[in-house]
Every structure is written in C-alpha cells, then in structure tokens.
C-alpha cells in the first residue's frame, strides 16, 4: 500500500475531481486508518475494522470517480457493482458471494501483471529465441528443416558439418529480427484454445457464477486444447512473452498475494444501494426482496468467509464505499444492522456554474482537453474563448436545474450537441482552424434550448 498522508490523497484526487472536499477527506482518512492499522502488531490489526463509507448525493456529482480514482491511486483492487445485481435468495439475480468473488478474480489478475511485469525482459529473451527456433529449427531436434539443403541428411557426420552453418543461419536471421526487417513474416505457432462453446450454453439468466466454476472444476481435469494460427512474427513475439512470462511465475505465489491483498487492501464501491432501501411506508409490489437483499449483502460487510475458486476469502478487513442519489428513499430506510456498518456519511453537494467551469478546464482529464485532442487527429485545431466555456456552463446549469440534476454528465450532452457538425465535417474541412465563442454556442444551441418540448429529449 502507498504511504501518502490524507492530505497528498486529497492532491491527487483533486487532479480528477472538482470540488466533493467532504468525501475527498473522508476516503482519504478512511485510507491512512488502513495504512495505520497495518503497522500495529498483528492482534491489534485483528481488532480494528475499516470503517465503512456512504456517499450521499444526485448522479453526476463524482461519488463514482472519486472511489474509482482512490483505488487507482493505492493500486487496490477495486470493484464497482450495483446493487441491484442482487436479489434475495430465491428470485432471479446474482448470489451477493460474487461479489467477493469478483474482487478477488480482479486481485489475482493485479498481482499476476505485477510478477510477469518483472520478468518481461527475460520473457522478451526467451520468446525471440523460440522465433529463431521456428525461422531456423535446429538439425537434430527438427523432424522438418527448410534449410534441408544448407545441412545436409540425417547422419552423424552431416549434421556436424551442418552445425557451423546452422549457428550462422542462426545469427543472420537474429540479425534480421533485431533489425526490425522480419516483422511481417508469417510464421505458424501453437497457442491455447481458450473457447467453451458446450458451457456457453448455461450462461444468463443469473447462471454467470455457476457457468465459471463449473469451468474452471473441468479445466483443471481435462487437457488443455492446443490449436496452430498463422501469425506475423510481429504477433508471435507478443504471444510467446505472455507464455514465456507465465512459465517463469510461480501461481501459486499470485494466488496467495492476491488473496492477501483483497482481504486487506481490498475496496468494493456499491453503488445504487438506495434503489434496494424499502421505502416508508410498506414493502408490497417490486419492493418485496429489497430487505433480503439487504439481509444478504450484511454478512459480506459486516465480516465473514467466501468460498472461491483459489480459497477461502474473509472480508472482514476490506473497505466498502457505498453510493446513492437517495431521492425516494433515505439512508434510515436500509435496515439498521447495514446502515451501522457504515458509519462514515457525506453529502456530496450539486455542482454550481463555478463547479462546470472548473470541470471543463482544470482536471487532468477535462473534457474541453479531450475534444480538443480528438478533433486534432483530423488536424483541427479548436480553441475555446472564456465567454463560451462561461456560456457552455451557464447552459448546463440552466439545463439541470430545469429538468433532471444529471450533474457534470450533462456537460457530454451540451457538448456532443454544440460539436456535432463539427465533429461530422472535420475530415472535409478546408480551415482547418476553428475558434468557438459566445455567439458559436448560441448559433447551435439556442434553439433547442429555448424550445422546451424538443430540449427535454435532447439535453
């Protein structure tokens, strides 16, 4: 785990989310408590628990990015999911186990890119050496040698006098690939066959879990498939470093880190946990399984053991953020036992004409900074003038608040609208030049914004 202080998280967050300094302190406390509690002594860490996070506030206003760049950010393994995957026991839906499950699938595949990341240069020595044994197959071990006719037969003396010829073949060709010029040969090599069209046919209809179990149970009895394909060498050099980089990890190593490293560094964001809260007032109707949702999802955060395909998993230790607009129902409507497991509540607040200003210009990853950048492969160069990124704010704001508050993803809608021409004509463009300000945006835009009927179903 990274050792950043609360306040270097609340930094590199800020890079990604504009305002939400509430929650960006709480995840970023909740995060260094997880650091803390990791160098006390081990009957100590037994005893403190992550103390769980309910994010509260409309869609659109960050709850998503900021759990989502957090765990970037740690390098945990992380998981969205909705809630209302889930159903009680007995309805159609996912068993609440898969969540685990899931986490754990993604831990593994982290730890597996990290150790195979470390073996990459001697992965990429050992796949050009398997690229010279198929461009020039050694005498004594190939049933097949196209260079039959530099070698010679088969018996002893002509395979000693070939040998000399063998090694400089061997190191014209190395010469070659090191050289870049044999890229586009066409080579033939074997690789796993992957494809499981006879399990495919259980998949859906909440069978995913079972349909993967039952798939990994018969993979590790029965042989693994091989097929040949025709590749460039270009290819088959990406194929045999993933091979020779598998061949020189240990799994059994990744699977006890990854393991490790979902019980204690994992982070599970729920989102849409309003949507299975049973409103005031009676639970008849659509609402019957949302308390046993509930009921299902409390054991996996309150702390117990999940059985998956690599072991038992406990989940006492892992961080749950929980997430929803809570515009029906409210965080007292979730059963008591679940809403005391997450102690930690912020607000996230709607986002201001300030707010869209700043998100359209200032982070890493702004949006005018990827219109821009897209509109630039076509070498159109687009500026934006203070007054229409003001405009184009004031718009958004003006947009949400009259209809529904969708908060900064309403700034997509503004813009794909206000660049649509634009973006369809940039290929044919002769100026290529194009400078947008407050009169461009209300050219495009004005119309359908004044016209109420229309603008509902297109912002």
């Known amino acids: 785990m990274n050792e950043q202080t609360p306040r270097q998280i609340v930094d590199e967050l800020n890079k990604y989310v504009v305002g939400q300094d509430k929650a960006k302190r709480a995840v970023a406390v909740a995060l260094r408590n997880r650091w803390r509690s990791q160098r006390l002594p081990e009957s100590m860490q037994e005893e403190i628990i992550p103390k769980n996070i309910l994010m509260i506030g409309a869609t659109g206003v960050g709850k998503t990015e900021i759990a989502r760049r957090l765990a970037k950010l740690v390098r945990a393994p992380f998981l969205k999911i909705e809630a209302t995957k889930f159903t009680e026991v007995g309805y159609v839906g996912r068993d609440v186990e898969s969540i685990v499950r899931d986490l754990v699938e993604i831990s593994v595949r982290m730890i597996k890119q990290k150790k195979m990341k470390a073996v990459q240069d001697k992965a990429k020595e050992m796949a050009q050496e398997r690229i010279l044994d198929l461009l020039v197959p050694d005498t004594k071990t190939s049933a097949v040698n196209p260079l039959g006719a530099i070698f010679g037969g088969d018996d002893e003396e002509k395979q000693q006098a070939a040998e000399p010829k063998y090694k400089a073949g061997r190191e014209f060709c190395r010469k070659r690939l090191l050289a870049g010029e044999l890229e586009r040969e066409m080579v033939e090599v074997e690789v796993e066959d992957t494809s499981s069209p006879v399990l495919g046919m259980f998949a859906g209809s909440g069978m995913e879990d079972m349909t993967n179990n039952l798939q990994d149970v018969l993979g590790s009895f029965l042989p693994k498939k091989k097929k040949c394909r025709k590749v460039t060498i270009s290819e088959a050099r990406k194929i045999f470093e993933q091979q020779e980089a598998q061949k020189l990890i240990d799994m059994d190593d990744v699977v006890s880190e ?26 008849s109707g659509p609402d019957v399984s949302r308390e046993g949702v509930q009921r299902d999802i409390l054991p996996i955060v309150e702390g117990s053991t999940v059985v998956t395909k690599y072991g038992p998993v406990k989940t006492t230790h892992m961080l749950f953020i929980a997430a929803g607009a809570f515009h029906v129902a409210k965080p007292s409507d979730l059963i008591p036992e679940l809403q005391g497991r997450f102690p930690i509540r912020v607000e996230l607040t709607s986002l201001t004409k300030e707010d869209f200003k700043r998100i359209l210009t200032e982070p890493q990853n702004a949006l005018l900074k990827q219109y821009m950048a897209l509109l630039q492969t076509e070498d159109v160069e687009i500026s934006f003038a203070d007054e ?42 002769e100026e290529k030049t194009v400078k947008i300000d407050a009169s461009y945006i209300d050219d495009k835009l004005s119309g359908i914004i004044t016209n109420r009927d229309v603008s509902q179903f297109i912002l």
């Open 388 to 429: 229409a990124i003001d405009r184009i704010a004031e718009i958004a704001c003006q947009i949400n608040s009259e209809m529904e508050d969708i908060g900064a993803r309403r700034l997509y809608t503004v813009m794909e609208k206000l660049l649509e021409d634009l973006s369809f004509d940039a290929p044919d463009l």
């Open 258 to 283: 990854g393991i490790k490293a979902a019980e204690t560094n994992g982070i599970i964001f729920l989102d849409e946990i309003d949507k299975i809260a049973a409103k005031s007032g009676g639970s």
